[in-house]
């Protein structure tokens, strides 16, 4: 089945890739140890964010959810916090891998119907719910915003350092 990307999935695409460039953007430049500090009483890192973005909101949502892949369904269905970044993987290849994720993300939205159901939803009856594709491009553009948003305040607290400034 050939599917024809519409005008209005290549808008939302386009401001997703815009949330995930600030993303990038903030934790540009950053020191490993800047990335894997926890600035916040919470404890996250930036790193943290990179990853739980990239397991549990681009590859949940896009691959589990839209396309209903198997193997990341079981993936996301057993994996340890996203929020939890391991010693022995280094602030370079968590950023490598969320942009690899973002780009299998893509391939996904540009394979799907706007408004086919969702293959898998991995959250118990009875909770909230999206139904397609159109519904998690807004909710994935919401989350990475409100995210980048939280990076903006944490870098600033780092180092401050500003994604953007408006005179």
Partial sequence: MTVVVDAEITALLRFLQVQRNHVLGTVEGLSEEALRRPVLPSGWTCLGMVQHLTLSVERLYFRAAVAGDPEVIDLVSSQDSA?????????AEVIDRYRREASLADA????SSADADLAWWPFPEGEWRLHNLRE????????TACHAGHL?????LIDG????VNT
């Avoid at 929020?83 to 602030?91: D, I, L, N, Q």
């Avoid at 903006?152 to 600033?156: F, H, I, P």
């Avoid at 350092?161 to 953007?164: H, P, R, V």
């Fill in 136 to 143: 998690v491009l807004l909710h994935v553009i919401a989350e």
């Fill in 161 to 164: 350092e500003q994604w953007l």
């Fill in 152 to 156: 903006d305040a944490v870098r600033e």
């Fill in 108 to 111: 996904v939205i540009t394979a």
């Fill in 83 to 91: 929020w939890k970044v391991a010693a022995e993987v280094s602030g």
